[in-house]
């Protein structure tokens, strides 16, 4: 099991950007693979991007491509977000993930989940 904790979210207009940080506690988070996902108000909590264990690949959400993207630096412990161009269908809370030794883009690929952050992004 690993513990995940989010920092980065905040209110932003449209186009601008924000940088998500996801910390993961323990001492083999180089095993996880990672991934973030948000929730919008009254929907279901949908993909945005996954990152593999080693870094060598990305998976991004169709919604998202060109705009996000997703990085992690094991020694750190951390997996980022960077969100540019961002939009108001953007606003939601941004939850990481961690799956030992799985990569996926569904929730069911994850055991462990951090608490969320919240992004906004005023039209």
């Known amino acids: 099991q690993v513990q995940l904790v989010e920092s980065g979210g905040g209110l932003v207009q449209t186009g601008g950007s924000l940088r998500l940080s996801c910390v993961a506690s323990g001492r083999t988070f180089s095993s996880y693979g990672m991934g973030w996902f948000r929730q919008a108000p009254g929907k279901e909590r949908e993909f945005v991007a996954a990152?593999?264990?080693?870094?060598?690949?990305?998976y991004y959400a169709d919604s998202v491509k060109g705009r996000f993207t997703i990085s992690r630096d094991n020694a750190k412990n951390t997996v980022y977000l960077q969100m540019n161009s961002l939009k108001p269908e953007d606003t939601a809370v941004y939850y990481c993930?961690?799956?030992?030794?799985?990569?996926?883009?569904?929730?069911?690929?994850?055991?462990?989940w951090g608490q969320g952050t919240q992004v906004t992004v005023s039209s």
């Open positions: 990152a593999h264990w080693s870094g060598g690949s990305t």
């Open positions: 993930a961690a799956g030992w030794r799985k990569i996926a883009t569904f929730r069911g690929g994850y055991d462990d």
